[in-house]
Every structure is written in C-alpha cells, then in structure tokens.
C-alpha cells in the first residue's frame, strides 16, 4: 500500500528544503574565495612578492656597488637614485605582503615578515649612509688632481729647475746649483709619491704620518729653493720665478688633495659596501628565502603539490592518472 504524503508533510518537506537551501547559501557565503583554487591563487601572489623583493633588492645592491665605484658625479648621483628606487619598491612590496599576510597565511610566515622589517630598517639606515658618501667621490677627486694638476705644476717646477742647472754649467756656481736644485727636484718627487697612498689610506693615524712625511720634505724644498735664491746669478732669473711658482702652484693642490683624501668618502663607502652593507644584505635574503619556502610549503586541502621547489608541478584535485 502506497502511502501519500498529506498537505502538512509537503508543507514540512517544502519547510525543511527551504532550511535546507538557505543553510547552503550561508555555508557558501563564508565560504567563499576559500576554494582550494582560491587559495593556491593567494598562495602564488604571496609568493611573487617574495620573489620581486628578493629582486629589488639584488637590483638595489647592484646599483649600490656601481655608485662606489663611478668614477664620476654624474654616474654615481645616477646608480645612487636607482639604488635608492630599487629600495624603494622592496619597502612597497613589503607593506603589500603585510597586508596579505594579516588576512592569511600562517604565523610562521609573519614572524619571518616582521624579522625581515627589523633587518630591512638596518638596510636602509645603512644604505642612506653609503650613497652619501658615495656621491661625494672625494677619493676620486683628489687622485684627480693629484695625477693631473699637482703632476702638471712639479713637472713645471721640474724642467725649470734643470735649465738652472744646464744655465750654470762651467760656473763657479755649478756645483752648488745642481746640489740645490736636484735637492729640491728629489724632495718634490718623494711628497708626489707619498699622496697616492694617503688617498688610498682609511686610517688616520698612518695619514698623520704620512702628512708628517710630506711636511718635512717641503721644508727641505725651501731651504733649498732659499739657497738657490741667494744666488747672485740667479736672482730675478726666470726659470727660478717659474720653479718657485710652479712649486707654490703644487702646494696649494696638495692641501686641496690631502683635504678631500682626509674626507675619504669613496674608501669609506667601500668599506662599509663590503662590511655591514653585505652582511645585512645576505641575512635579508636568507630571511625572504625563508619566507618564501614557508609559503609554498603551506598546505592546501584538495592540492598536491608534487616538488615544492618547483611551483609549476601544483596540481588541483587528482589527474587522469590518479584516479
């Protein structure tokens, strides 16, 4: 005997799959963007800004050491401004990541996110520092004037101080002059050799000494110069006035040289480029690395992810072959 279901049993079965249908919309209201497609799509943007990061900072370094190493204003002003944009871009994406990261992902993933920010304020405080010294190519400055300027006035000093001599052969005076005058040649030479190094040194203490030497050579000059100065023969004789000049001219560069070496921006910057610069630089890398790997190694209900080092390989639900 079939029993038929009466009005009220339709209308409780009519009730109950109401019940039913909205408590489905709900469950997939809450549900939603919870997909496990849905969070392979999070997973992957979270790690494309790892990955972009982790470039910005490459490029930032990259344009870091060009800075150092320009040997003019211009290029280094110019690898300066990319360094500081490429910095730049690594604060945006880290901010972004943030955000994401605060609407999902694990605790793990932020834990590694807010160490990674304390190490990145030390990258850029560091950072800030080099490229203003960088820019200043105070190094490559004075080696400038030393090779050109102060080399072109002791050449000067120099050939005007031999014609003295060649002028004075057969004199009485000869034997004097040349003593003198190759005297003051030797001592010149000595200090033109002595500021390559100063430039070049980063220890003030060795520049002191360095100075020290350079000082009692020029006073050695002088006497020498006064000797050859006293000379009857010799006084108002243009080759003199034009060793003399050439001289003073010298004296005048090498402060200018040994005040921008005594600055020392180029070899300070390097230092730190080398030092503290690429020390913070690799432990922020190691920190994105990290980050990263935790990231694809988040499990996803409904995924096989196959070799996590290799993204390409995340499969959803199972193949043709696995089932």
């Known amino acids: 005997m079939i029993i038929k279901p009466g009005i009220k049993d339709c209308i409780g079965m009519a009730i109950g799959a109401g019940i039913l249908f909205v408590a489905i919309l709900i469950l997939l209201r809450f549900q939603t963007g919870q997909s496990p497609v849905d969070k392979l799509v999070f997973k992957a943007r979270r790690v494309d800004i790892v990955a972009r990061m982790r470039l910005a900072l490459a490029s930032a370094s990259e344009a870091e050491k060009s800075a150092v190493l320009a040997v003019t204003d211009q290029d280094s002003q110019g ?144 006497k020498n110069m006064d000797g050859l100065a006293v000379s009857q023969k010799l006084r108002g004789d243009p080759d003199f006035e034009t060793a003399a000049a050439g001289y003073t001219r010298f004296s005048e560069i090498r402060g200018r040289i040994l005040a921008l070496s005594r600055e020392n921006t180029n070899v300070q910057s390097l230092a730190i480029s080398l030092g503290q610069k690429r020390k913070v630089l690799f432990l922020c890398q190691d920190l994105l690395s990290a980050l990263q790997q935790a990231i694809l190694e988040e499990p996803i209900a409904g995924v096989d992810y196959g070799s996590v080092s290799n993204p390409r390989s995340l499969r959803v639900g199972k193949s043709e072959a696995d089932k």
């Open 79 to 222: 690898f300066a401004d990319q360094a500081r944009a490429a910095t730049a871009e690594v604060e945006r994406k880290r901010k972004e990541l943030e955000e994401l990261l605060a609407k999902g992902g694990t605790q793990s993933e932020r834990n590694l996110l807010v160490q990674f920010s304390k190490v990145f304020v030390d990258f850029q405080r560091i950072d800030s520092e080099l490229l203003n010294l960088a820019v200043k190519n105070t190094n490559v400055k004075a080696y400038s004037l030393a090779f050109g300027p102060a080399a072109g006035a002791l050449k000067e000093m120099d050939n005007a101080l031999s014609r003295l001599v060649a002028k004075s052969a057969g004199s009485s005076e000869a034997r004097d002059v040349a003593i003198l005058a190759f005297g003051a040649q030797a001592a010149a030479l000595r200090i033109q050799t002595l500021l390559a190094p100063h430039i070049a040194e980063e220890n003030d203490k060795r520049m002191d000494e360095l100075e020290a030497q350079m000082a009692d050579e020029d006073q050695l000059i002088h």
